[in-house]
């Protein structure tokens, strides 16, 4: 008989799983064999001690890990859960300005793409203006002489002006110094 | 079950997929994501990776639901799943199991807060603080194998049998990990307990 527990027998007291016994070992011995070692535990004050001790470990151990692991799941959980922003942040107006600048540097390659998109338009347009002007010309030509044939004496039938007016008054005047 | 729907219009056969405990996914993921992260966090000491292998851990489930013939309980069959992602990550060359320092990394102080004292004497919480240290430190020193089989015994307080379901081994083979992990925490401990300082 050794002094002290094997750390096989040590080992399946912290493991508490008697529900398999090892195969080819009758219940009855197995039995027989935890008899002993509770009888073991009640006399030997170091294996009870360091049995004790190693339950406190192990128990410390996963109290502090489950209990660890909780609170990382809650944090995880609330930084899930505050990707979307709260309604109440809805209501500040630095959110809305921030997304009204949002909304104009967005904006801003789209206008500039509009205007290159206008220039070639623009040239168009210019290179188009003499048939613009010419046709001008052509309507006021076409006006003129609308009102032209519209008139009540015909240009040509309008009498003459008199081309002597001129010349007989200087004629009279020579004539009086002749006199 | 399968159904089989034959509509005698257009003569065709439509066939739905079984129906299976896993379909309602959302209720799965309310019951145990909190356990399957646990386990990834406490296994990787990562939190971010944990998250990540924790949501790898409920695509996989969904998309090999099919496969789920309901021989085991569903709370074995994704902590197996969880066990495979944990085995597949830590065989890749980027990562070095223990040794890897990181931001979200998890240190021994940061689960040391987390030791309950139900006696509040001075004396006691530190005696609780380093135990928990000791077996924190000693699980680190386990091979793969090892630690996870602890950690499905001792974290998630799985039977032996669970443990053999999920880990694919014999039960006199869990058992044997167990011993050498134990062996493992208790030289540390009596060596801690001989030469305290």
């Known amino acids: ?179 | 079950m399968a159904s089989h729907a034959i509509t005698s219009n257009t003569h065709s056969v439509t066939q739905q997929s079984p129906a299976t405990p896993l379909d309602d996914m959302a209720s799965i993921v309310a019951t145990y994501e909190q356990r399957i992260f646990r386990f990834h966090l406490i296994s990787i000491r990562d939190r971010d990776v944990a998250q990540s292998l924790t949501q790898d851990t409920f695509v996989r489930a969904w998309a090999a639901r099919d496969s789920f013939r309901g021989d085991c309980s569903i709370s074995t069959w994704l902590m197996r799943i969880a066990l495979n992602l944990i085995r597949d990550h830590t065989r890749t060359d980027r990562f070095r199991f223990w040794k890897r320092v990181s931001e979200t990394a998890v240190d021994v102080s940061d689960i040391a807060s987390h030791v309950p004292h139900r006696d509040s004497s001075l004396e006691s919480r530190l005696i609780a603080s380093e135990q928990m240290t000791l077996v924190w430190e000693s699980v680190a020193q386990l091979s793969d194998r090892q630690r996870s089989v602890f950690l499905l015994r001792f974290l998630e307080e799985l039977e032996l049998s669970e443990i053999a379901e999920v880990t694919g081994l014999p039960i006199s083979t869990v058992k044997t990990h167990l011993y050498r992990a134990l062996a493992t925490i208790r030289a540390r401990h009596n060596a801690t307990h001989k030469d305290p300082l």
């Open chain 1, 1 to 179: 008989m050794t002094l002290h527990l094997t750390h096989e027998q040590l080992c399946d007291l912290i493991l508490a799983d008697s529900s398999f016994p090892p195969e080819g070992e009758p219940w009855n011995d197995l039995k027989a064999e935890s008899d002993v070692v509770q009888e073991h535990l009640r006399a030997c004050l170091i294996c009870s001690a360091e049995l004790r001790s190693l339950r406190d470990s192990l128990s410390h151990f996963r109290n502090a890990s489950v209990s660890y692991a909780r609170q990382e799941f809650a944090q995880s959980y609330a930084q899930r859960s505050s990707i979307a922003p709260p309604h109440s942040f809805l209501s500040q107006p630095l959110y809305w300005t921030a997304a009204a600048v949002v909304f104009v540097a967005a904006l801003f390659p789209l206008s500039m793409h509009r205007q290159r998109a206008i220039a070639p338009v623009t040239a168009t347009a210019a290179s188009a203006s003499p048939q613009i002007t010419e046709s001008e010309s052509d309507d006021a030509l076409l006006a003129d002489i609308d009102q032209k044939v519209s008139a009540d004496v015909p240009s040509p039938m309008e009498p003459l002006a008199d081309p002597t007016a001129g010349a007989a008054s200087t004629t009279s005047t020579s004539n009086q110094r002749n006199d």
